[in-house]
């Protein structure tokens, strides 16, 4: 089963939302380790809870929730990540509800090589989609479901898998000399499973729904993680 990396929940709303410094001080109780401004609409927070980083992001007509272990770099569990954020969604002091959600996991194998990272995705891939003599690859695909929550929501579920490199940039600091030299780590390959299971853009979600909503979502997507590219077709 892939390592997740990072879970992210994403709430839509219709009216104006509070900075992400405000957002975040209602759903946590520790003190914010950073805030900022990416550009003039959107705010930024990040909120270490236990063993865990909350990145917080207000853009107009959005709030971004995203997990990330900084102890580990992986989560091991969707439903955990999801509950450590849905357990105090509650606590929002908003005037509106959200009216779209979206789940997004972002999951890897660990490759050898470049070749390697290729079988793996081949494994999941019919010859249809990968044929045999593809050396490269960066699919997406949405396959929509019907909630069996709500009636009448559709449900996006969207999967990318890819071969990708990521090189890991070390810094060192030197308290004496006031400098801080940077080193880069040899280049690890996986293969990237990332997974976008949302409400319909179409659709909207009826008062009450957003926790049910938000559960089903959370099976989803540990069904696909756990199934791989194949679980669209099941």
């Given at each position: 089963m892939p390592q997740i990396e990072s879970v992210q929940l994403a709430l839509f709303f219709k009216d104006s939302i509070p900075n992400a410094d405000e957002i975040a001080k209602q759903l946590f109780d520790e003190e914010l380790a950073q805030y900022g401004r990416v550009n003039p609409v959107t705010t930024v927070a990040m909120v270490p809870v236990g063993d865990n980083i909350v990145h917080v992001q207000v853009s107009p007509g959005r709030v971004d929730l995203?997990?990330?272990?900084s102890v580990t770099g992986t989560l091991n569990n969707v439903k955990i990540a999801v509950d450590f954020i849905s357990g105090r969604i509650e606590r929002l002091k908003l005037t509106n509800s959200p009216w779209r959600i979206a789940l997004i996991v972002n999951a890897f194998d660990i490759a050898k090589n470049l070749q390697e990272a290729i079988e793996l995705g081949r494994q999941q891939l019919t010859d249809a989609v990968l044929p045999p003599s593809g050396a490269d690859f960066d699919i997406k695909i949405n396959v929509p479901n019907q909630s069996k929550v709500q009636k009448g929501l559709t449900i996006n579920r969207l999967y990318q898998l890819r071969p990708l490199g990521v090189m890991n940039l070390l810094l060192t600091a030197d308290a004496i000399q006031a400098n801080i030299s940077t080193s880069q780590s040899p280049t690890e390959m996986r293969l990237v499973h990332q997974l976008d299971v949302n409400t319909d853009?179409?659709?909207?979600?009826?008062?009450?729904?957003?926790?049910?909503?938000?559960?089903?979502?959370?099976?989803?997507?540990?069904?696909?993680?756990d199934k791989g590219y194949q679980g669209l077709m099941q």
């Open positions: 995203v997990v990330n272990s853009a179409d659709d909207k979600l009826t008062d009450g729904n957003l926790l049910p909503v938000l559960d089903e979502l959370v099976g989803i997507a540990s069904f696909l993680i």
